[in-house]
C-alpha cells in the first residue's frame, strides 16, 4: 500500500498544490531534492522547464531513481510536465535526452488562431474502459491545462486519454505502473482529486 510519496522537485517552482493534494488521501508528501528510496511511489510534478529539469534531477541522482522506480514496478505519476519528461526528447531542449520510459516526442503548439500557451480549462475524452480510474468520472470532464508542448506518443495502445486545441493531442497516458496527464488533476478541483484518488486505487491494485 502507498504511504510515503515522493514529489520530485526540480528547482522550479511552487509545489505545494500537488503536495495538498496528496495530503487529502491521509498520504505523507515527501518533497525530493535528492535521491531518496524511502517512497513508495514517485510523482513528476507540472514545474519547469523540460531541459532544466532533465539536468537537476541527473545531478541529484533523481533521474536514475526514476528510471530504476519504472523498472521494479513501482507507482509512478507524472503531471503536465511530467508527461513530457518520460518521453524521449523535446522540442523544448533538442539536445537533452528525456527519461525515454515511453516511445514518443514532445512538439511545440503551431496554432495561427489560438494563443499559446494553451491555459484554459479543456475537455479531456478518456478513450479506454476502465471501472477503477474512471470511477466516478464520465467519458468527458474539464480539466486544467498550461503548456506550450505536448506528447506524441508513439504506442497508441498506452494513450488513455485525448484533448483538442486546434489539433488532437494526448492528455493522459497508462503504462502498467506509470500514469501520466498533461493537464493539472491538481489544480481541476474536485473531478481532478477524484482521479488523483483513482490513480491511488489502481496503483494500490498493481
Partial sequence: MIKKVGIINYGAGNLMSIY????VFGLQP?????QNNNVDMLILPGVGNFGAAIKNMQQNGLFEQVIKFFE???????ICLGIQLVLKNSQEAKNIHGLGLID????????????VPHMCWNIVKFEKEDTILLD??????????????YPV????????????????FCSMIVKNN???TQFHLEKSGQKGL???ENIITYFNKL
Avoid at 466516478?136 to 508542448?149: N, Q, R, T
Fill in 136 to 149: 466516478g468520472l464520465k467519458k468527458e470532464e474539464y480539466f486544467y491545462f498550461v503548456h506550450s508542448y
Fill in 194 to 196: 477524484k482521479l488523483l
Fill in 104 to 115: 514518443g516526442k514532445v512538439v511545440k503548439f503551431k496554432l495561427k488562431n489560438l494563443v
Fill in 178 to 180: 506509470l500514469v501520466a
Fill in 30 to 34: 515527501i518533497i525530493l531534492d535528492k
Fill in 20 to 23: 495538498k493534494a496528496v495530503k
Fill in 72 to 78: 521494479f514496478g513501482k507507482p509512478i505519476l507524472g
Fill in 153 to 168: 506518443i508513439k504506442q497508441k495502445e498506452i494513450i488513455f486519454a485525448t484533448s483538442n486545441y486546434g489539433i488532437n
